[in-house]
């Protein structure tokens, strides 16, 4: 079966994809897509990365965020990098800014998370709000339509550390992935809005 056609077959969320399987950021790119709304609803999309440069494994969301914002993505709204990280106090504020800025945005919530050994490194793409602290019994406030997640080390036992001590290599990967899998949707996007050629060749990040 030609590569192309598992690719693009139409598919329903959530989705799990590993983060250095054949194809991934492809993979996530087209999963993605098919989510937005439609180019023609003018709604803005939002994407907002969660999480602080100050722990290891929660540093994923603002290393997208970051990575992201230096392509300039001119079809989505970026909001939580490396300098201005969006975490548990700031959240609320920032979510209100970016309503008061945005009509009706789509948004996309990202955040690194915990899971079981065999699933980290696992990126995810599912329905409904990423809530943010929910892997350290944090209470905050649920963020997107739908949400992106990398599983970044194993839970069940003190969280905060083993956030503390996961390795940098891995986020950095993963995060490579899925900024490069939101800058091929969004050269789809763009391509769906009239402003340019769409290209499955790979375009550096």
């Known amino acids: 079966m030609s590569i192309y056609t598992n690719i693009f077959d139409k598919s329903e969320l959530p989705i799990r994809i590993a983060h250095n399987e054949q194809l991934a950021s492809y993979k996530l790119a087209d999963s993605l897509y098919k989510q937005l709304p439609p180019a023609s609803s003018a709604q803005p999309i939002v ?10 494994g929660d540093s ?3 290393l997208i965020g970051t990575l992201l914002a230096e392509k300039k993505l001119g079809s989505f709204f970026v909001y939580g990098t490396l300098n201005e990280p969006i975490h548990a106090l700031n959240l609320e504020e920032k979510m209100m800014e970016i309503h008061e ?6 948004i996309i919530g990202i955040d690194a998370c915990l899971g079981r050994m065999k699933s980290v490194g696992v990126i995810h793409l599912g329905v409904g709000p990423v809530k943010p602290g929910s892997g350290v019994k944090k209470e905050l406030p649920p ?3 739908i949400h992106i997640t990398g599983i970044v080390n194993i839970s069940g036992f003190m969280e905060f550390l083993v956030l503390q001590n996961t390795r940098l290599s891995l986020v950095l990967e993963m995060a490579k992935t899925i900024s ?19 290209s499955l060749q790979e375009r550096p990040i």
Do not use: M
């Open 143 to 145: 963020v997107g339509n």
């Open 47 to 56: 994407f907002v990365c969660i999480g602080t440069d100050r722990s290891t």
């Open 180 to 198: 490069k899998g939101i800058y091929q949707s969004s050269l789809r996007y763009r391509y769906a809005e009239g402003q340019e050629e769409y």
């Open 60 to 62: 994923l969301g603002p």
């Open 101 to 106: 800025k945005h009509k009706d945005p789509f």
